[in-house]
């Protein structure tokens, strides 16, 4: 059994945050994504980087996510599975998932999060991943 993981990039404003298309991962191997954001600085406090997750047929999880200052918040029934880490020189968020089963098969979102509109943002990629499955079907 494989495990399929799809990841949506996307870019507004001249901000990008650019993850591979798809990746398969074998069930108790590691994961590893990464996310190169460009247009903003991962140290700015007006902005936060972060992971969500859609399992199919389910609402979005939200993961983890790492504020300017480098504050980092996790999902607590998630934080065993996964760990968040930043290389702000290199402009890169990396979401790295210990021995992942079949339950982790989902689309993963590398999303931004502005400091007071985290919820329009949220919503945004919340519908813009509505859009994308239902495409796919």
């Known amino acids: 059994?494989?495990?399929?993981?799809?990841?949506?990039?996307?870019?507004?404003?001249?901000?990008?945050?650019?993850?591979?298309?798809?990746?398969?991962?074998?069930?108790?191997?590691?994961?590893?994504?990464?996310?190169?954001?460009?247009?903003?600085?991962?140290?700015?406090?007006?902005?936060?980087?972060?992971?969500?997750?859609?399992?199919?047929?389910?609402?979005?999880?939200?993961?983890?996510?790492?504020l300017?200052?480098?504050?980092?918040?996790?999902?607590?029934?998630?934080?065993?599975?996964?760990s968040y880490s930043r290389d702000t020189s290199a402009g890169t968020v990396t979401l790295t998932g210990q021995s992942v089963q079949p339950a982790d098969t989902a689309v993963y979102y590398c999303l931004l999060f502005m400091v007071r509109k985290s919820i329009l943002i949220y919503f945004f990629l919340y519908f813009f991943g509505q859009m994308l499955d239902n495409e796919q079907k």
């Open 1 to 66: 059994m494989e495990i399929m993981l799809l990841c949506v990039s996307t870019g507004v404003n001249g901000i990008d945050l650019i993850q591979p298309d798809s990746m398969v991962v074998q069930p108790g191997q590691p994961l590893t994504i990464t996310c190169q954001v460009s247009g903003y600085s991962l140290t700015d406090s007006s902005y936060a980087t972060g992971w969500i997750r859609q399992c199919e047929g389910k609402p979005m999880d939200w993961i983890s996510h790492m």
């Open 68 to 82: 300017g200052g480098g504050t980092i918040y996790q999902n607590s029934a998630l934080k065993n599975t996964f």
